[in-house]
């Protein structure tokens, strides 16, 4: 996910922090300080209050953190490559390199994360009941992360996808009809009308005067229905990809540039001339980069008739893909890298260019057409 720090890595997954988390982290640990724990905690100091509060947050965190890990490491342990878990705004999300192959499968990486938060509010409960002080930070803590874990629990597991209760769902409808595309969209559904009941009653109680778990609701909600939109559209995509290769939506006969022509050949023939942004450099057929406009770009201009292109292109990293390549690879690697073209090689000789225009052209075509 763009725009996150990678801060540990676990059992081999990565974990990183969206920008977007700071924000929620901040508002959870305010609302806490502000409003929770002392209508919940009378007498405290206001420092009290506030470290109480950002351990809270914190571990907070870290049971979403588990409950992601859960999933990732169930995942692994069936064979799934996971590639990383990234925190943001609404909780935590881990990125599998590819969808469960059966429904079975996906029931088992799916149940993982509630039963995680289950046994975490257990385990949390469990420290409660040691006896400590009725009022001290330490027990309000526990009390919170107790609530907090079942709460976890209990909305993952709504059968609404893409919550962890509509993976579930979608697996059961899977395994009965034996039809995933049917499965997903039953469940897409079923996640969009409890978004729309969310964003219902989370305006129903900012105007009865409860703003904040309102404002709370009414976001998840948002969140939940254009997340199952997503996920309905993404299966769609990848069902169109299902038997394409990329030679079928290919350029197999892109502009080409030598290493050694000077850039000013480069702008006059192929970005001006051809309207183009990028071209493949290469050499007696064998591709060695790829130069775009952002490279010419950090060439001064009065130099471009003595600048190489070899000296503007980007050598590596080299995203390629190869003819026989099934479309969904190469569009998860352009999206995966945020690269907007992907030079077709075999065995590093060029044999066409995939472009990010290319992709949308063949979508829009087939939908046009209307073939399923």
Known sequence: MKGSLRIARIAGIDVAVHYTWLFIFFLITWSLAAAYFPAEYPGWSTPVYWITSIVA????????????????LVAKSR???????????????????????????????????????????????GVDSTGLTALSPVKATTDYLVTINVLLAAFNILPGFPLDGGRVLRSIIWGATGNLKQATNIASIVGQAFGWLMIALGVFWSLAGNLMNGIWLVLIGWFLNSAAESARRELELRSLWLNVRVASVMNDRPETIGSAAPVEKLVNEIYIKRGLRTAPVVDDGRLVGIVTLTDVRKIPQSAWDVTPVSQAMTRSPLYTVKPDDNMSLAVNLMAEHGVNQLPVVTEDRLVGLLCRADVIRYVQVHHELGRK
């Open 57 to 72: 947050a914190l571990l907070l965190f870290v049971s979403v953190l588990l409950h992601e890990l859960a999933h990732s």
């Open 79 to 125: 064979g799934l490559p996971v590639k990383s878990i990234t925190l943001f705004l609404l909780g935590g999300i881990s990125n599998l390199e590819s969808e469960p192959k059966e429904p079975g499968l996906e029931f088992i990486v799916a149940i993982a994360g509630p039963l995680s938060s289950l046994a975490l509010a257990a385990i949390f409960w």
